[in-house]
């Protein structure tokens, strides 16, 4: 509803809530990060079945091909296109696993009012570094228009890891919306939740 309210710390068992529309949206120090560890566990499980699966398959003139995400990847061995298939992998597949994994390490212990794990802060600081370059939302945008050109010369069918791909972009999102970053890098400077 858009009132601005004051930031208040909050004890044990209290949270904070609009004074208009009553929608919590301050959580106790202890389930402040949940929310965050529960998408970052999906993206995972979702990422393992992007992979797996296939994700598109095409066919013309009775030939037909499937391939999921690594088979597209090694498509690209010829000269510099290697590049190309290491970038693809590396923004498309590790470095959103990686932000998804740090998050649990970093986040897990001060969801329970624990001290953080070692290393936390600089698992937390290089997994926002490469935020920026996780790009699997991008892929997935590039990939719809680059269909749309091929569906004129091949038949295309959209695999299983298509529209895994799709509610793992949506988890990604929703995971980086649901990060108190101000809230994260206290609890991690201060080694305690």
Known sequence: CDMIHAKVDLKAGEAGACQRCELEFIFPPAQRFDHTIALSITSLFLMAGAVYFP????????????ANLIQIA???????????GLFFVLFVIVFPT????????????LSRGK????????????????????MAEIFFIGTGVALVKITKIAKIEFGFSFWIFALLVLSLVAMNMTLHRKDIWDQLNHGAA
């Open 115 to 134: 001290r953080p794990f070692k290393f936390a802060r600089s698992v937390y600081g290089l997994s926002e570094k490469l935020t920026p370059w996780g």
């Open 55 to 66: 994700f598109l398959s095409m066919s013309r003139a009775g030939l037909s091909r499937e």
């Open 74 to 84: 090694q498509s690209f061995q010829d000269g510099w296109f290697i590049l190309i």
């Open 98 to 109: 990686f932000r998804a994994l740090s998050l649990i390490y970093a986040l897990w212990p």
